[in-house]
C-alpha cells in the first residue's frame, strides 16, 4: 500500500501560527507580520530591466547557466566573499529547492546531520531522500553511516556566525571521513558583527574545494525571492553530477532569471544599499526589544533577532499577538528553541517604528 511523501514530512510549520494570526490580527492598527523572512523591498531597476530585455527568447535554458552567469558568480565570490581560485558553479532555481533535494539528487539514503537549531528545510531534505536526520553542532566522534552535513553560518534563525576554527573542524572532520559539508550561506552577505567567512574561503579550506559545497541566494540581498535565483559552487566533481540528474529532471533556471541574476552579482551597490535598510531596520527593533527586557542572543548576522525572555516560545508569540505583531516560535526550529522567537526585520521602517512603539 502506498505511503503519500507528505504523510512522512512533519507539518508545515506556518500553519501552527494561525490562531496568533489571527489575535494579531484584531489590533486596531492591523497585523505586522515579523514571523517570515520574505523581503518587501523592490528589486533594483537595473536587475528589473536585465530580466525584461532578456524575455523574448523563447528556448530552453542551459541547465549549467550561460558563460555570462557562470562568469558573474565566480567573479562575486572572489570579489564579495575573497574565495580564490574558481569553484565549480551551478545555478539553482532557489535555494530551498536545492537545499530540499540535495541528499536526493546525490543518491544519499544514510544519515545527513543538521545543525541542533536548523532551518526546517534541512530536516525535510534527508527525510524526502529516504535518509535520516540527525541533529549536530559539532563534529562527531562517531561518523559511521553519515554522508552529509548541513551547516549554516550565518544561522537561520539564531544569527549566529561560525567562527573560523569551527569552519575549520568541520572541513578536516568532512575531509578524514570522506562525508560531503554544504554549507549553507544565503546569509553570508548580511553580516552585523565581526565577519562572516565562506567556507570556501582559503582560510577555511586552503583552497581545497573536495566535497565542499556553498549555497547562495539573491533571495535576500537582492531582494529576488520571488524570481528564485541562487546556486552551488564548490566541489566541481559533486556539482557535475549534480547537474546531470538536473538536466534529467528538467531542474534549469529560466533564461530571463539568469540575466537577472548576472545583474544583481555584478552590481555591489544595490546590495550595499539594501544591508543599509536592514541595518536601520535592525538598529530600530533590537533597541525596542532590549527595553521590553527580552535578551537577545547571537544575531550577529542575518535578517533576524533571536529573542527569549526564559519562557516556553508560544507564551512569548502570544504576547507578542496581544500586541498585534506576528513572529515566529522558535519551536520550528527543533527542541533547542522551545524558550525563544525569531524577529524578522522585513518590514518597511514605518512598521518597524509601530513596532517599537506597541512594545514600549
Not at 127 to 153: H, K, M, Y
Not at 200 to 227: E, M, Q, R, W
Not at 312 to 325: N, P
Amino acid at each position: 500500500m502506498r505511503t503519500p511523501l507528505s504523510a512522512t514530512l512533519p507539518d508545515f510549520p506556518w500553519n501552527l501560527l494561525e490562531p496568533a494570526k489571527q489575535r494579531a490580527a484584531e489590533h486596531p492598527d492591523g497585523m505586522i507580520n515579523l514571523s517570515v523572512g520574505s523581503p518587501i523591498d523592490e528589486v533594483a531597476p537595473g536587475i528589473q530591466l536585465a530580466l525584461a530585455e532578456a524575455a523574448a527568447p523563447g528556448g530552453y535554458p542551459q541547465t549549467i547557466g550561460t558563460p555570462e552567469l557562470r562568469e558573474a558568480i565566480t567573479a562575486s565570490l572572489q570579489r564579495r566573499y575573497q574565495v580564490q581560485g574558481a569553484p565549480g558553479v551551478l545555478p539553482v532555481i532557489g535555494t530551498k529547492e536545492a537545499i530540499a533535494l540535495l541528499p536526493m539528487l546525490l543518491g544519499i539514503r544514510g544519515t545527513v546531520l543538521i545543525p541542533e537549531v536548523a532551518y526546517p528545510t534541512y530536516e525535510v531534505a534527508a527525510l524526502v531522500a529516504g535518509a535520516t536526520p540527525l541533529r549536530a553542532s559539532t563534529p562527531p566522534e562517531d561518523a559511521s553511516g553519515i554522508d552529509l552535513v548541513f551547516i549554516n553560518s550565518p544561522s537561520n534563525p539564531t544569527g549566529a556566525v561560525s567562527t573560523l576554527e569551527e569552519l575549520r573542524a568541520w572541513v578536516a572532520w568532512g575531509r578524514e571521513h570522506n562525508v560531503i559539508i554544504a554549507s549553507d550561506e544565503c546569509y553570508l552577505g548580511l553580516c552585523w558583527e565581526g565577519e562572516a567567512l565562506s567556507i570556501l574561503h582559503p582560510d577555511v579550506c586552503d583552497g581545497d574545494f573536495s566535497n565542499l559545497l556553498a549555497i547562495h541566494s539573491l533571495s535576500k540581498t537582492s531582494n529576488l525571492a520571488a524570481y528564485r535565483s541562487g546556486f552551488f559552487a564548490g566541489d566541481e566533481a559533486l556539482l557535475a553530477e549534480l547537474t546531470e540528474v538536473r538536466k534529467h529532471t528538467g531542474l534549469m533556471m529560466p533564461g530571463p532569471i539568469q540575466a537577472a541574476t548576472v545583474a544583481a552579482l555584478n552590481d555591489d551597490a544595490q546590495e550595499e544599499l539594501q544591508q543599509l535598510r536592514y541595518a536601520k531596520r535592525r538598529a530600530v527593533l533590537y533597541r525596542a526589544l532590549s527595553d521590553a527586557s527580552f535578551r537577545i542572543e547571537h544575531s550577529q548576522a542575518g535578517l533576524y533577532l533571536w529573542i527569549t525572555r526564559d519562557e516556553d516560545c508560544w507564551d512569548t508569540v502570544q504576547w507578542f499577538a496581544e500586541r498585534g505583531v506576528l513572529v515566529a516560535p522558535g519551536e520550528f526550529y527543533g527542541p533547542e528553541g522551545q524558550r525563544f522567537v525569531r524577529v524578522a526585520l522585513t518590514a518597511p521602517m514605518e512598521q518597524i517604528e509601530q513596532v517599537a512603539a506597541r512594545l514600549a
